[in-house]
């Protein structure tokens, strides 16, 4: 499922966004409401996840802003030791659950996992796929679909890609990567890392003439950019 989350906080939004990871599903982080609303115009999110103070905007009013875009949105409110009048607000103003922060990972997910069952958007777990900026995760089949091409990836080259592609235009650290595509060993040599990233760069042809930018950031990680088409080609005239 594709999970939206306004968190204002960026060091419990890392948290949260792993554990959606963990739990299958794709996270899109959004500091703030004002940029999920312009994604929302363009694409489809099964689950919001917002914070009380959404950064610009209040839940209730965020709530509000969603449903008029996305009809039936079902929305989880993350709140901070919030008082009983909080919580009976956050519900009359359309939000389906409140979760109090921090969260705890496994009543999380399993909230989740309800209210989408609720909602009807349950997936069998060895078939769920992804769409995100044209390239098609069919975590089933380990394949990859975008243009006309469909390329079959190892499994933790699935799980490299799909990460890049849920953090689009942000930094995604080695122990991020470490943590979600192997498990958490700390034994993988950096060049393992690096092998696997060369690899996805290659197979998924994530270049400047297809609008792509696959980037290591020394001492840190990996962050995939996406461009426009004008971008693009600015960019292979530029390297030209």
């Avoid at 312009?38 to 489809?44: I, R």
């Avoid at 080695?174 to 060369?198: C, F, G, P």
Wanted: hydrophobic share 45%; aromatic share 8%.
């Amino acid at each position: 499922m594709r999970i939206a989350l306004i968190e204002p906080d960026t060091r419990h939004a890392k948290l949260v966004t792993r554990l959606i990871f963990a739990g299958g599903h794709v996270c899109q982080h959004f500091t703030a409401s004002a940029p999920f609303f312009n994604q929302a115009a363009d694409q489809f999110f099964d689950l919001l996840i917002t914070e009380s103070w959404a950064g610009d905007h209040s839940a209730e009013d965020v709530i509000a802003h969603a449903r008029s875009i996305l009809p039936s949105l079902p929305v989880i409110v993350l709140m901070s030791e919030p008082r009983e009048s909080q919580i009976v607000a956050a519900l009359h103003a359309g939000a389906d659950d409140c979760l109090i922060k921090p969260v705890r990972g496994p009543e999380m997910l399993a909230r989740v996992d309800a209210l989408l069952r609720r909602a009807g958007l349950r997936r069998p777990q060895n078939r769920r796929r992804d769409v995100i900026r044209g390239y098609a995760f069919d975590a089933g089949n380990l394949a990859v679909t975008f243009g006309s091409h469909t390329v079959t990836l190892t499994p933790k080259e699935f799980r490299f890609a799909l990460l890049l592609f849920s953090n689009l235009s942000r930094p995604v650290s080695r122990a991020h990567i470490l943590e979600t595509v192997w498990a958490r060993r700390r034994d993988v040599k950096s060049r393992t890392v690096d092998t696997h990233a060369s690899r996805v760069r290659s197979k998924l042809q994530l270049r400047p003439e297809r609008g792509y930018s696959l980037t290591p950031l020394y001492g840190f990680g990996y962050q995939l950019d996406a461009f426009p088409a004008d971008a693009a080609v600015e960019a292979v005239a530029a390297s030209g």
